[in-house]
């Protein structure tokens, strides 16, 4: 229970004060000037300070300004002579609960010390629950494996800091919701968390999308655009393969992440970022600074805080995990009654070898529960590929009749590139000598097609 302490430098009222108060069941401690009122503050127990005003030392309304410090939910009841009007005034402005004058009246005393004590249990309790709300995050990151486990504590430790992430691993191990997680488990979660992709945004288009435009900073630049710093105001930035910017424009990143500070194209206005940069890439940071395609000096400054996501089948305790979760999500999502996978089915996820790791993970599960015949997931709705216990090698050459469209040859070679090299665009767009942003560009428009 929380605990009364009465400060008084006369040790009659003390005494007075403690055995009324002993008497209505309360657990009093008793001070008799402020510096020891203060020592049995610190220990957080105190849920209502009354104090005397007038002591020699430390005052009361000293005492009261540093209770609002070290014990910001301790409510304080301060003690006036009869007809010190300012002084009570004074100490309400100071954040007191209330005061109390003296001779006092018993009634008038436990009364304001009793509202005091809710007023605190109230108190104490929101700040219990906000403490809580700061520790969960809407979104869910699964992972029970050791490597996971370390990898969450390591992003709890730093999501609440302004430190820039870089956050590195395969494609489809869970960067992009990993950078959620992190904006939503810091202080920052109820502003923007704001995503660009690098690899997808024209070169041509990526300064000015991320920086904004002022009139007529270039032909057919009418009227002013925020840029998606200014969006982020307050919140996150996720730059998505960030290795992918070009190497003038990540100048102009450090900048910001230097100093806070970048120009609109074509303005003059040096405008100041309160933005939380998280970055990602699906390729080693280090090589990636070695082929001249990474700043080393931006490398050093998003690498604060490196981030490693493992491959899936470095961590097969998490697939039966996974797998049960994006069940029940697309089960939800299609409206579809299914409890469960089976245990051959099970078997058969966890021997898979999962190049597209979580990704290839949630897509097998989607297509498996839409196919379902039962209420749970069997072998028999699983790929051929997993039934057959190893996963067949994808052949590497594609046959085409002579005169097929050149834009189905083209889909299906892009397609059939990115699944040998697990859907690493950087890679699949060396193989085939063209730029990544052109594989992202042709993947939006079979998009829209379909
Ligand atoms: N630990 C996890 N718990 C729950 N869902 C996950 C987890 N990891 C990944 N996923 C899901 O798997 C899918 C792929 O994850 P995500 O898009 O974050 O991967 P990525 O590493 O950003 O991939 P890419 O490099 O291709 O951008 C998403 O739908 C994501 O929600
Ligand atoms: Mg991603």
């Known amino acids: 229970m929380a605990v009364l302490l009465v400060v008084d430098d006369e040790e009659a009222n003390r005494l007075a004060l ?3 108060f002993v008497r209505e069941n309360y657990e009093v401690r008793t001070a008799a000037d402020g510096r020891s009122a203060i020592e049995l503050l610190r220990d957080g127990a105190v849920g209502v300070v009354l104090t005397d005003l007038k002591m020699p030392g430390m005052s009361g309304l000293e005492l009261l300004k540093a209770a609002r410090q070290l014990a910001p939910d301790t409510q304080v ?3 006036t002579a009869y007809g010190s009007v300012e002084t009570a005034v004074e100490a309400m402005k100071e954040g007191a609960y209330d005061f109390v004058t003296k001779p006092l009246r018993k009634d008038a005393v436990v009364h304001s010390v009793q509202k005091a004590l809710e007023k ?4 104490r309790e929101n700040s219990r629950l906000r403490a809580q709300i700061a520790q969960v995050s809407r979104t869910e990151m699964i992972g029970a494996s050791a490597a996971m486990r370390t990898l969450l504590e390591e992003a709890r430790q730093v999501a609440p800091s302004r430190a820039s992430v870089l956050i ?9 919701l990993l950078a959620r997680w992190i904006h939503e488990l810091s202080p920052r979660r109820d502003r923007r968390l ?3 992709n690098c690899g997808a945004i024209p070169e041509a288009l990526l300064e000015s999308e991320l920086f904004g435009y002022e009139p007529g900073a270039f032909t057919g630049a009418q009227g002013r655009k925020e840029g998606r710093f200014d969006l982020a105001s307050g919140g996150t930035i996720f730059l998505d393969e960030v290795t992918e910017m070009p190497l003038l424009l990540q100048v102009k990143l450090l900048r910001v992440l230097q100093d806070g500070e970048y120009e609109r194209l074509g303005g003059t206005r040096t405008l100041r ?9 699906n390729r080693d940071a280090a090589r990636a600074v ?3 395609r990474l700043r080393e000096d931006l490398d050093y400054r998003l690498n604060v805080i490196p981030l490693h996501v493992p491959v899936l089948r470095e961590r097969r305790e998490d697939v039966a995990l996974l797998a049960r979760h994006f069940v029940a999500g697309h089960a939800a999502r299609h409206g579809r009654t299914i409890v469960g996978i089976d245990s051959e089915a099970l078997a058969a996820l966890e021997r898979h070898a999962w190049p597209g790791n979580a990704r290839e993970l949630e897509n097998t599960l989607e297509r498996a529960v839409v196919l379902a015949r039962g209420e749970s997931i069997t072998l028999a709705d699983l790929p051929a590929a997993l039934r057959g216990g190893v996963a067949a090698p994808e052949s590497s050459w594609l046959t085409f009749a002579v005169g097929a469209p050149l834009a189905q040859v083209e889909r299906r070679m892009i397609e059939a590139t990115l699944r040998q090299v697990n859907g690493d665009r950087t890679l699949a767009a060396t193989l085939l000598g063209i730029s990544a942003r052109s594989i992202y560009r042709r993947e939006a428009e079979w998009r829209d097609e379909s």
């Open 18 to 20: 403690e055995r009324i």
């Open 77 to 79: 009841i301060v003690v």
């Open 120 to 123: 605190f249990e109230l108190v």
């Open 168 to 176: 590195s691993g395969e494609s489809g191990t869970g960067k992009g």
């Open 194 to 196: 704001v995503t660009v």
């Open 273 to 281: 970022a309160d933005v939380r940069v998280i970055a990602a890439t």
């Open 290 to 292: 070695q082929e001249g």
